[in-house]
């Protein structure tokens, strides 16, 4: 069987149905191509809702801060709403889609980061109801809500658990961005990074905020899984379906 392909969406893409809308149309084509499981953040739904209800939202380098007072916000938020509504889009575009949290089936293991408080750090655990999945022909879509070992509910920022599910099925991973990739300081794409060139691109400023997360992500899946990890921007479909068939787009981080 084809190795699995994990796509981590974010952003803008899911703040609108007509982004969904065509994002979906293009994970319909990919799914043709090889087995997919989605994971999925909502900070910018979450952050609206905590802020309604009166509680204050703080990101530290791109990840956001959550004492344990905010997770049932949180875990509506991401396991509930936008999970259910990503659910039942793909299945309106022919795809045979499952809601789950990083937690089911111990798929994904977590460590408390005490420094953020309720906050998740993830790692690779049990493949088998993933494979499960995939092998029956079903579309597994993680929200980035976790566990601890003592049953404590975990807000986990999601690029890092995008790397953490492609670890743990020797998947492919894309970290969908609003832009085509990561860009150097005068707004142009480097189309690759080797994973020990990450750290002067952070020094210097070239890579940061919420784009920091997801190259310290790809990294870790680069040097994890032995396999090049892309940053892509979800509006462009043809780079999506070269990067799904193995061929260049975007920004590469590999070793």
Aim: include cysteine; glycine fraction near 8%; proline fraction near 3%.
């Amino acid at each position: 069987m084809t190795s699995p392909l994990v796509i981590k969406l974010g952003g803008r893409v899911l703040q609108s149905a007509s982004n969904l809308e065509r994002l979906l149309k293009t994970v319909q084509q990919l799914a043709l191509l090889r087995p997919l499981i989605l994971v999925h953040g909502g900070g910018d739904q979450v952050e609206a809702l905590l802020l309604q209800l009166g509680h204050t939202s703080l990101k530290v380098d791109g990840q956001r801060i959550t004492p344990a007072v905010q997770m049932p916000i949180v875990a509506g938020v991401l396991a509930g709403d936008v999970n259910t509504q990503l659910v039942a889009l793909a299945q309106q575009h022919q795809l045979n889609a499952v809601g789950l949290t990083l937690a089911a089936g111990h798929s994904i293991a977590c460590d408390i980061d005490a420094n953020r408080g309720a906050v998740g750090i993830p790692k690779p655990n049990n493949a088998k109801l993933l494979q499960v999945l995939l092998d029956q022909n079903f579309l597994p879509i993680l929200s980035s809500i976790g566990a601890s070992d003592s049953g404590e509910r975990l807000n986990v920022n999601a690029d890092l658990a995008a790397a953490a599910v492609a670890q743990l099925m020797h998947a492919d991973l894309i970290l969908l961005t609003d832009v085509p990739g990561i860009l150097d300081k005068n707004g142009n794409l480097i189309e690759t990074i080797l994973a020990d060139e990450a750290d002067a691109l952070i020094a210097d400023g070239t890579v940061r905020d919420g784009m920091l997360v997801k190259l310290n992500a790809a990294v870790q899946a680069a040097r994890a899984s032995r396999r090049s990890i892309a940053v892509a921007g979800w509006q462009d479909a043809k780079a999506l379906t070269r990067l799904a068939r193995g061929e260049a787009a975007g920004t590469r981080i590999r070793l």
